[in-house]
């Protein structure tokens, strides 16, 4: 399958400060891209949907000015988290979805861990 | 809210079939059946899908009831490796819905 990536693969930082994490389709153009938080022993949710050279779109709940979502290419997604705290610490996962043959990847992780 | 439901956990032997159940009741005729695993600190994987057919590849087997309303996977021999979280997921084929993840099972594979 289609190879997705993440940068950094785990990041601690004081709190107050922004921290971004990037998403790379390696292989394949991603028109869709999605941002998943997984807190300690829960489930993936979703936080926010973005389509390249478009607005995200947040789930209820997701602060969008906390949660900054670049997609600026079919191969790169950013998220940054702006005056991260520790309530932010996080397992953020991104995911890519292929137009065809519409088909989504998930990658690897970033361990978020605020100071 | 996800659309399914599984047993929070599993336990399986090494070298045994592991069954993983789903209920999915309420599914659409449009809405195919997805699993996936995430290992501990990993991002999920995907491991199958199917709409209505029985489908088999390298890693698993998906068996789908008649009415659609649960399936099963089947990991044939399964490993240490294999000890995860699994996600059933119901999803349409159309380019707008995105996967929404429950709880999972989290199978435990003992030596």
């Known amino acids: 399958g289609a190879v997705v990536s993440q940068h950094p693969s785990r990041v601690i930082c004081k709190s107050g400060t922004s921290v971004k994490i990037e998403c790379r389709s390696l292989?394949?153009?991603?028109?869709?891209m999605f941002w998943y938080r997984q807190f300690p022993k829960q489930s993936l949710m979703l936080m926010a949907t973005s389509n390249e050279g478009s607005k995200a779109t947040y789930e209820q709940g997701v602060e969008k000015d906390k949660f900054l979502i670049n997609h600026a290419s079919l191969t790169l997604s950013t998220l940054t988290v702006t005056s991260a705290h520790p309530e932010d610490s996080s397992f953020y996962i991104c995911?890519?979805?292929?137009?065809?043959?519409?088909?989504?990847?998930f990658g690897p992780g970033t361990r978020l861990t605020v100071l | 809210d996800a659309k399914t439901t599984q047993p929070p956990s599993m336990d399986c032997a090494e070298g045994r079939a592991a069954n993983l159940p789903c209920n999915h009741s309420?599914?659409?005729?449009?809405?195919?059946v997805y699993w996936y695993r995430q290992i501990h600190s990993q991002g999920p994987q995907y491991i199958i899908h199917g709409l209505k057919n029985n489908e088999t590849n390298e890693m698993a087997s998906l068996i789908i009831t008649e009415d659609r309303k649960s399936s099963t996977l089947i990991l044939p021999h399964a490993t240490l490796r294999d000890t995860a979280v699994y996600y059933c997921?119901?999803?349409?084929?159309?380019?707008?819905?995105?996967?929404?993840f429950g709880p999972g099972t989290r199978l435990s594979v003992l030596p």
């Open positions: 997921i119901v999803k349409a084929a159309n380019y707008g819905q995105n996967f929404v």
């Open positions: 292989d394949f153009q991603a028109t869709t």
């Open positions: 995911s890519a979805r292929e137009q065809s043959p519409n088909e989504q990847f």
């Open positions: 309420t599914i659409s005729g449009n809405e195919y």
